[in-house]
């Protein structure tokens, strides 16, 4: 889905909490060639030039985040990408906030707001509405 948005031009923001952005990139790269890549072969190193040069184009962000974050950290860098870079996609995957709670109803809930409490700026410096997609494991 990142893919389609970005190849329509529209600014996509990823935040993986499990898979490092190096992995990322390298199914990303591979999705986008719509092939195996040629990894490994010198031989064939020619072919992934005009692929990687292609893909680089592509309006994708990466946050630096790995593991378990503070929820304010994620917020002020997603706020930043769409200040900086004009993201208008965010996508959030297996994110698992630091904070320590009773119950995990009680992160998501805390999670969803300090989302909502973000959303009217994030549409106040961007003049398209922001979209998100989160893939959370609770």
Known sequence: MSLDLAEQGI???????EIKNTRLMHKLLQQFSRAPLPVGDPTKAKELEPI???FS???????????GSDVKD?????DYAVYVNDAEHIILDKYVGSV?????CHMYCMWNE???????SLTHHHPTPLTTTT???L
């Open 11 to 17: 600014n996509v923001l990823w935040g993986s909490f």
């Open 52 to 54: 990687a040069d292609r």
């Open 135 to 137: 893939v959370c494991s």
């Open 100 to 104: 320590v709670c009773s119950a995990m």
């Open 74 to 78: 994620v917020l002020d860098a997603m």
């Open 57 to 67: 184009n592509l309006p994708l962000y990466f946050m630096k985040f790995h593991g």
């Open 114 to 120: 300090s989302f909502r409490c973000l959303a009217p």
